[in-house]
């Protein structure tokens, strides 16, 4: 059986839009926050981002695992670009510094030390802001979006039938995946498996995994047949399929579109014309 993410009904203003029209807007919005590294640009994409978050009524109690894998991923991210400038001098040519940290050991006579520059400090910055604009956004996004609705707000954005029920089933099948992997793991523990005591090399450590790894995949894969089967004995695919529910922009829904589109055109004025490079004061 096929679950879903962690929804409920939160009458929240995100959950008030039809799904098509703030799918549209993250579009947009993900499109238009790309265009940028100055900091003062970006600081309007943080902005929407929190107001987005702190209205969405998803509560850390839910989402905090997301949480916090993205953010030791984007404090990862930016710590590693701040220490060895890497990514940044495709962005700038010169850089401006303003200490030098050095540690007080040696390692076979090289001495670790770290520039901090004005560039390096901004451009940290500014890829934090970008990520996590971007980011935050997304974990919303399976928090609110009704998973009922997912084949038909597809289909509803104009892609075809068969694409829509693969994203549906796309969306279902990574946390039936996640449910039938911590079933699975339950089981064996129950039998004396210790995962916690993997010890050894890569290859040790895989081989080890071989009791969590089989009974998971092969469950995957006759799910996935029997998904298969039941459609085909529904003759899906062979004509236009109708959906069960129905979905109809309203006025704010139509605000919502708008609003995303000359977001993102004037952002594309703003980038086509020079403005938004990566700025340092």
């Given at each position: 059986m096929l679950v879903t993410w962690r929804y409920r009904q939160r009458n929240s203003i995100i959950q008030s839009f039809d799904p098509r029209a703030?799918?549209?807007?993250?579009?947009?919005?993900?499109?238009?926050?790309?265009?940028?590294?100055?900091?003062?640009?970006?600081?309007?994409?943080?902005?929407?981002?929190?107001?987005?978050?702190?209205?969405?009524?998803?509560?850390?109690a839910e989402s905090k695992r997301a949480w916090?894998?993205?953010?030791?991923?984007?404090?990862?991210?930016?710590?590693?670009?701040f220490l060895t400038g890497r990514g940044g001098m495709e962005v700038y040519q010169s850089e401006t510094l303003l200490a030098r940290l050095e540690a007080p050991f040696t390692i076979l006579g090289w001495r670790p030390a770290v520039d901090v520059t004005e560039q390096r400090i901004f451009f940290a910055i500014s890829q934090f802001m970008r990520v996590f604009s971007i980011a935050s956004l997304t974990i919303l996004i399976p928090y609110t979006l009704n998973p009922a609705l997912y084949g038909v707000t597809f289909r509803g954005l104009g892609l075809p039938d068969k694409i829509a029920y693969a994203m549906d089933l796309t969306m279902r099948f990574i946390p039936s995946f996640g449910r039938d992997f911590q079933l699975t793991l339950d089981a064996q523990r129950a039998r004396g498996y210790?995962?916690?005591?993997?010890?050894?090399?890569?290859?040790?450590?895989?081989?080890?995994?071989?009791?969590?790894?089989?009974?998971?995949?092969?469950?995957?894969?006759?799910?996935?047949?029997?998904?298969?089967?039941?459609?085909?004995?529904?003759?899906?695919?062979?004509?236009?399929?109708?959906?069960?529910?129905?979905?109809?922009?309203?006025?704010?829904?139509?605000?919502?579109?708008?609003?995303?589109?000359a977001l993102f055109i004037v952002c594309l004025a703003l980038s086509l014309f020079g403005f938004g490079k990566f700025w340092v004061p």
């Amino acid at each position: 059986m096929l679950v879903t993410w962690r929804y409920r009904q939160r009458n929240s203003i995100i959950q008030s839009f039809d799904p098509r029209a703030w799918l549209i807007f993250f579009i947009c919005f993900f499109s238009s926050t790309l265009m940028f590294w100055d900091v003062r640009y970006l600081a309007v994409f943080f902005c929407i981002s929190w107001v987005c978050i702190l209205t969405s009524q998803v509560t850390w109690a839910e989402s905090k695992r997301a949480w916090l894998f993205i953010g030791a991923f984007i404090l990862v991210y930016a710590g590693l670009t701040f220490l060895t400038g890497r990514g940044g001098m495709e962005v700038y040519q010169s850089e401006t510094l303003l200490a030098r940290l050095e540690a007080p050991f040696t390692i076979l006579g090289w001495r670790p030390a770290v520039d901090v520059t004005e560039q390096r400090i901004f451009f940290a910055i500014s890829q934090f802001m970008r990520v996590f604009s971007i980011a935050s956004l997304t974990i919303l996004i399976p928090y609110t979006l009704n998973p009922a609705l997912y084949g038909v707000t597809f289909r509803g954005l104009g892609l075809p039938d068969k694409i829509a029920y693969a994203m549906d089933l796309t969306m279902r099948f990574i946390p039936s995946f996640g449910r039938d992997f911590q079933l699975t793991l339950d089981a064996q523990r129950a039998r004396g498996y210790e995962i916690e005591n993997l010890k050894g090399g890569l290859a040790a450590q895989v081989r080890k995994l071989i009791p969590l790894i089989v009974p998971v995949t092969i469950h995957a894969m006759i799910a996935s047949e029997d998904i298969i089967d039941a459609m085909d004995l529904r003759a899906f695919g062979t004509g236009p399929r109708t959906w069960l529910e129905e979905l109809h922009y309203t006025r704010r829904d139509r605000v919502l579109m708008w609003s995303g589109a000359a977001l993102f055109i004037v952002c594309l004025a703003l980038s086509l014309f020079g403005f938004g490079k990566f700025w340092v004061p």
